[in-house]
């Protein structure tokens, strides 16, 4: 488990207010990332961090900032939130993985538990 | 980054072998193979991750040919609890940025 936590885990809003989504990680690793998952489709990144003060666009990023001003927080925000950002977000952190039979490995990903969002 | 194509949906019994293959064409030298099970309303997890022939770990095995431009699952003696989306990505650093796609419904029949 790399303790992610995500909150909230529900959350209903009106089209043009603002809505932040937290994303916490208890183990100091340094790449966090923000998906979101619309139904029966995968997860698209919207925007990933590399450190504090680092971050990058996904392919999605319209409409979304991010901040990460502590290594274990990761923060996505909608500054006006539309119907069509009502989404399941996820947040995911990349820690490197040590191969069977002695190789190397890449790295994998831990994912939070979600945060449905609905934006009416 | 590496795209890949896995089929959209795929049916079994319980019991029986299940094998998801992954086409990625342009696998880079250093990338990896990581496959993810994703159950309804939550996020994924990871199965298994390889880089050349064959891994093996308690849940899954992946084979992967000497080109390795595609990637195979293998799911032995499935059950109902298999039921789940499996996605096949391929990345070597900042795995995160890896394509997602729509990945494999599996679909477990008793």
């Known amino acids: 488990d790399a303790g992610i936590t995500q909150s909230p885990r529900h959350k209903v809003t009106e089209t043009g207010t603002p809505v932040t989504l937290r994303c916490h990680q208890t183990?100091?690793?340094?790449?966090m990332y923000w998906y979101r998952q619309d139904p029966g489709h995968g997860l698209r990144l919207i925007h990933y961090?590399?450190?504090?003060?680092?971050?990058d666009k996904g392919e999605v990023s319209d409409g979304y900032s991010v901040s990460r001003s502590k290594t274990e927080d990761f923060l996505l925000t909608l500054e006006s939130a539309t119907s069509s950002q009502t989404s399941v977000y996820f947040c995911?952190?990349?820690?490197?993985?040590?191969?069977?039979?002695?190789?190397?490995?890449?790295?994998?990903?831990?994912f939070g538990s979600g945060t449905q969002l609905s934006v009416l | 980054l590496a795209k890949t194509t896995q089929p959209i949906s795929m049916d079994s019994y319980e019991g029986q072998e299940v094998n998801i293959t992954c086409s990625h064409n342009n696998i880079a030298t250093n990338d990896y193979i990581t496959w993810y099970q994703q159950f309804p309303s939550q996020g994924p997890r990871f199965i298994i991750q390889g880089y050349k022939t064959k891994v093996t770990n308690e849940v899954a095995s992946l084979f992967i040919p000497a080109d390795r431009k595609s990637s195979t699952l293998s799911l032995p003696r499935v059950s109902l609890s298999d039921t789940a989306v499996y996605y096949c990505l391929v990345a070597n650093t900042n795995a995160g940025k890896s394509t997602f796609g729509d990945g494999t419904t599996l679909t477990v029949k008793p």
């Open positions: 183990e100091n690793h340094r790449y």
């Open positions: 961090s590399y450190g504090v003060k680092d971050t």
């Open positions: 995911a952190i990349s820690e490197r993985f040590t191969g069977t039979g002695g190789a190397d490995g890449n790295e994998k990903l831990f």
